[in-house]
Every structure is written in C-alpha cells, then in structure tokens.
Nanobody, 121 residues
Framework: QVQVVESGGGLVQPGGTLRLSCAAS????????MGWYRQVPGKQRELVAT???????NYADSVKGRFTISRDNTKKTVYLQMNSLKPEDAANYYC???????????????WGQGTQVFVSS
C-alpha cells in the first residue's frame, strides 16, 4: 500500500504564488515518475508537470515559465512552485506517484486526495 498526501493549497490573488507539496509513503522499492495534475468540475484531469527520479521535467504549455516542479528523493516528496497564478489555474490539484512495489517489483500508481487552489481577487 502506498499513500500520497498533498498539502499547500489555498486562496491566492491573481499574480500570487503558492507552493504545493506531496509526500509518498508505504511499501515501495523505488519511485520513478512523480507528477501534478489538476481538475475542475466538468472537465477531465489534465497534466500540469512531471519529474523523473533523475530530475527530468515536463510541463503543460499553459504553465511553462510560471510553475516549477522539483523533488526531494530522500524525503519521497515532490513540490510544485506556482508563480504568477491566473484565475484559470484554479482547480483541485492531484499528486501522482509511480513506483515499484517493495516485494513484487510490480509497477504501481498512486493518487492523492487532492488539494484545492483558488485564484481570485
């Protein structure tokens, strides 16, 4: 069992900043890809940013230059620094962790419960 817990959401004014954190724990041998996704009611969940264990990153075009994803492998934690926030960034942000099971070496994927981001004046 792998648990993923997000934190750091909240209300911010347009142009403001927020930093999301996501910590993984449980029965895994290793974590490869960690990522952030977001979803608004009535729309599909969309990729925001991902980062591999080696530090390679990938961003949605809509957040390039404003958001930065990073990770601390020793803490099994991934971060999303969000700058210059826009009203259209408001969503429920979910963390995803892709891992290898500690005993079976089977690949798995775990999602957090989400953290809400509001962008409004």
């Amino acid at each position: 069992q792998v648990q993923v817990v997000e934190s750091g959401g909240g209300l911010v004014q347009p142009g403001g900043t927020l930093r999301l954190s996501c910590a993984a724990s449980g029965m895994f041998r290793s974590i490869n890809l960690m990522g952030w996704y977001r979803q608004v009611p009535g729309k599909q969940r969309e990729l925001v940013a991902t980062i591999t264990s080696e530090g390679s990153t990938n961003y949605a075009d809509s957040v390039k230059g404003r958001f930065t994803i990073s990770r601390d492998n020793t803490k099994k934690t991934v971060y999303l620094q969000m700058n210059s926030l826009k009203p259209e960034d408001a969503a429920n942000y979910y963390c995803n962790v892709q891992y290898l099971h500690i005993a079976t070496f089977q690949a798995g994927s775990a999602w957090g419960q989400g953290t809400q981001v509001f962008v409004s004046s």
